[in-house]
């Protein structure tokens, strides 16, 4: 197709109509399109299932350029890919899932300038190699999907999601398209300054959906499984999603539905991968299936005929709630959206959000470790979040920070440990080669570690045993494979960094970093006091759940639980003062035994209200009686009665 910056509007029309096969755009859709097309940067707020994904793709296929969409969803960049070529677009995807022929094959495309789109993890940037390939090509337009996750304001921060705007800027970006299905006034105005997008660039749907009928029910939760029961068998049956916090939850709801003769599944991240699509699967075929899911379940499924969405307990926010209820209804069909949960639910959803904020100790130790690097250096996040009991993702968080502080700079991951499977004998394999060569590959593969099936190789040992460099090495199992003499399974995940400027005021600096993380821990304590005083309010449900995000109706919706009548109801109290703590002389001994998982007063604050950390689960502390002894009580109510003067 010839392509030109600013087409016409039929060129535009035509190309929705041969490629896409639509006659006409959706609300919003030819708004963000034509925005682009004129060079702007654009945000675009579209409700879950509008249509977000038409306002890049069309546009692409306009520009001269590659188009570059940053998605944090295998799924979903799976489906589009597929699709994509099935209408002859020339889309590739690169992600965790491929093999290295995959990624090889789709690096020499992205050289040759074969490729129109490109979808990639935002992870995918931290590789030093991967940014200096798109460097060399002209990127016309940079979509980042999920776009709340950029900002620290949004219910869903991501910290790889914070490097965007500069990785953008670095790589020469024409154009931003920003994409959310959810943002208050203030996630929308941090996304538009952080990318400078215009007032006019800034599209907005609404929220509003008068199919939904939202009906707030909270329920004891020893009575919630019969009520949850009732209520289904009690109206036409319809595909229906359930949402749970806990994957024992969602286990004991799908089972205990079950027993009720109802068709109910459960779906968690803790289920194996093939278990998950299976469910997945034929919860897309059935015309009444129940899944019974943690918030894992929904990204990217395109079911329009969701009849009723449930939420067993509270929602831990009222964005992700939005979103969750956004799932029903799609084909504008009346669609039932009720809360069972009630105040029972409140101590955990705010213990997990103490669960994420680092002990200032071990966060001050981790920070003095980063500083004390030379050069260039890497480390293992897993490593790191093991050896400071901080969570993989604080982790993370922690090195994003250092990095846009100007402390350190990312280099390239490597992988430190390699899985072989040998498919003929390793003699035989050496055989091939002559001299040195075959002196090598035999050496090699003797310095894997036999198990059963699969041999265990580490890369960096093994270059000093030969010795060798890192790249060789690489290279010759990757020769290896391709020849069919082995397989290789990748692990060890290391990430490179460089030492940029030395901090002048160390102290100053985790003074800033630990109150970026208490800032983050407000913000998501305020999430869950909202989602209360939105089901306790006396007014219209659909009116007060749109004016969160800045969107005013002007009316009462006239169907929600309010509007019908049903009367508020409180949620209930909490118990207040401080909790009973378990036998003190049992507990000294505990921490002694296991000081470096539970010596500090955080660490057992978090093991008695029931959430793990790295150190908790290395020590199989999980199993102990008093693991989430006190799980229904307030995290700050357990850290006052460990640490009365902290």
């Known amino acids: 197709m010839a392509r030109c910056e600013n087409p016409d509007g039929a060129a535009i029309r035509d190309t929705l109509k041969r490629v896409f096969g639509y006659d006409d755009f959706r609300n919003g859709q030819e708004k963000v399109i034509r925005t682009l097309l004129a060079g702007q940067s654009a945000l ?65 495309d992205l050289r040759a300038g074969r490729l129109k789109m490109l979808y990639v993890s935002p992870e995918r940037f931290s590789n030093e190699a991967f940014l200096h390939k798109l460097q060399r090509r002209k990127i016309a337009l940079m979509v980042i999907d999920e776009a709340h996750c950029i900002s620290e304001w949004g219910h869903n921060f991501r910290p790889d999601y914070l490097k965007l705007a500069k990785i953008a800027q670095k790589l020469g970006v024409e154009r931003v398209l920003a994409l959310t299905a959810t943002a208050t006034p203030a996630v929308a105005k941090d996304i538009c300054q952080t990318f400078g997008v215009v007032p006019d660039a800034y599209v907005h749907t609404g929220f509003h959906r008068p199919n939904l009928h939202l009906e707030p029910n909270p329920v004891r939760e020893s009575k919630r499984l019969d009520a949850l029961a009732q209520g289904l068998q009690a109206k036409p049956r319809g595909p229906t999603i359930v949402y749970v916090t806990l994957q024992h939850t969602a286990e004991v709801v799908a089972t205990g539905l079950a027993n009720h003769d109802l068709p109910a599944r459960a779906y968690h991240a803790g289920m194996e991968a093939e278990e998950r699509e299976a469910v997945q699967d034929w919860f897309m075929r059935s015309s009444d299936a129940v899944v019974v899911a943690t918030i894992a379940f929904g990204m990217g499924i395109d079911k329009a005929d969701i009849r009723y969405v449930y939420h067993y307990n509270l929602p831990k926010s009222l964005e992700n709630y939005s979103q969750e209820i956004g799932r029903a209804g799609r084909d504008g069909q009346p669609s039932h959206c009720e809360v069972l949960g009630n105040i029972e639910d409140v101590a955990a959803l705010e213990n997990f959000v103490f669960g994420d904020t680092p002990d200032p100790e071990a966060m001050g130790a981790f920070v003095d470790f980063i500083l004390g690097q030379a050069n260039d250096f890497d480390v293992s996040i897993y490593e790191l979040s093991r050896t400071y009991d901080l969570r993989p993702l604080v982790v993370s968080t922690l090195l994003t920070y250092l990095e846009l502080e100007d402390v350190i700079e990312v280099t390239a991951p490597f992988y430190n440990e390699y899985q072989l499977e040998l498919l003929r004998p390793a003699g035989e394999i050496a055989a091939r080669f002559e001299g040195e060569r075959s002196d090598f590959v035999r050496n090699l593969l003797n310095l894997a570690v036999k198990a059963k099936r699969w041999h265990n190789l580490d890369i960096r040992a093994a270059g000093e045993r030969l010795p060798s460099p890192r790249e060789r090495i690489v290279r010759a199992l990757t020769y290896l494979e391709e020849q069919g003499d082995l397989r290789l399974k990748a692990g060890g995940l290391r990430q490179g960094y460089r030492a940029k400027e030395r901090s002048e005021n160390p102290v100053r600096l985790k003074q800033q970093l630990l109150a970026r993380f208490e800032a983050r821990e407000r913000q ?28 005013e109706l002007g ?87 460990i640490d009365p003067k902290g």
Do not use: W
Request: with cysteine.
């Open 44 to 108: 675009a707020v579209f409700p879950t299932g509008s249509g977000k994904s038409l306002c890049y793709q069309l546009t692409a296929l306009h520009l001269d350029g590659l188009t570059v969409v940053v998605s944090p969803l295998i799924a979903l960049m799976k489906d589009q890919v597929d699709s994509l070529r099935s209408r002859r677009v020339r889309a590739a995807r690169l992600d965790s899932s491929l093999s290295l022929p995959e990624i090889r094959e789709i690096d020499d």
């Open 555 to 641: 009316r009462d919706c006239g169907h929600c639980g309010r509007c019908a009548g049903v009367t508020p109801v409180n949620l209930g109290q909490r118990a207040k003062g401080h909790p009973a703590l378990p036998d003190s002389d049992a507990l000294a001994r505990l921490r002694r035994e296991h000081r470096h998982a539970l010596g500090l007063p955080r660490q057992l604050a978090r093991f008695l209200c029931g959430l793990t950390s790295p150190r908790v689960i290395q020590e199989k502390l999980t199993r102990h009686p008093l693991f989430g002894s006190l799980g229904t009580v307030a995290f700050r109510d357990v850290m006052a009665a």
């Open 524 to 551: 998501d304590l305020e999430r869950v006091r909202s989602v209360v005083q939105l089901l306790e309010q006396p007014g219209c449900l659909t009116r007060c759940l749109l004016a969160y995000f800045g969107e």
